[in-house]
């Protein structure tokens, strides 16, 4: 008697779940928004391999002083051995307007570990300034995410 209660309500759990999937495909916004994740995701994927000709090539030309962010990455990329770069997308927030650029706030942790056994944490809440056409880096709103600090981050900056 249990056992038959038992498969009946998990038949009905699993109907109810697989109808309630979605069936429709993503909207314009809806793409935009996996697009942004997709790109978050790949410049952080270029960073911790270390990978600097894929890293840059995410980032746009337009990129404020973006050869002196070259350098300083590349700097990065040579004192430390092992980078491990995590973002926290369940707390992301993604604003698509109708005309301009795209921001996405999030908040990172970081990790640079050198060959000595030197090793930097470092973490904050940032926002990535994302080129519409392309996904590319634009700006970067709040603590960069890519130049680690030995010094502790200040409340409020």
């Given amino acids: 008697?249990?056992?038959?209660?038992?498969?009946?309500l998990f038949s009905l759990s699993l109907v109810l779940v697989s109808s309630s999937c979605g069936k429709n495909p993503l909207g314009p916004v809806g793409n935009q928004g996996e697009n942004v994740l997709a790109a978050v995701r790949d410049l952080a994927k270029a960073y911790e391999r270390r990978d600097l000709d894929t890293f840059m090539e995410k980032v746009s030309t337009a990129y404020p002083d973006r050869?002196?962010?070259?350098?300083?990455?590349?700097?990065?990329?040579s004192n430390y051995q092992t980078?491990?770069?995590?973002?926290?997308?369940?707390?992301m927030l993604v604003m698509i307007q109708d005309k301009g650029?795209?921001?996405?706030?999030?908040?990172?942790?970081?990790?640079?570990?050198?060959s000595g056994?030197?090793?930097v944490k470092d973490g904050a809440r940032v926002t990535l300034v994302l080129d519409p056409g392309g996904y590319k880096l634009l700006a970067i709103e709040g603590k960069n995410p890519y130049l680690p600090s030995d010094k502790p981050i200040p409340a409020r900056e």
Avoid: C, D, P, Q
């Fill in 1 to 8: 008697m249990y056992r038959k209660l038992a498969i009946l």
């Fill in 67 to 77: 050869e002196a962010f070259r350098t300083s990455v590349e700097k990065v990329f």
């Fill in 83 to 91: 980078i491990h770069f995590k973002l926290h997308y369940t707390k």
């Fill in 101 to 114: 650029n795209i921001k996405a706030t999030f908040t990172w942790e970081g990790e640079w570990k050198s």
């Fill in 117 to 119: 056994g030197k090793i």
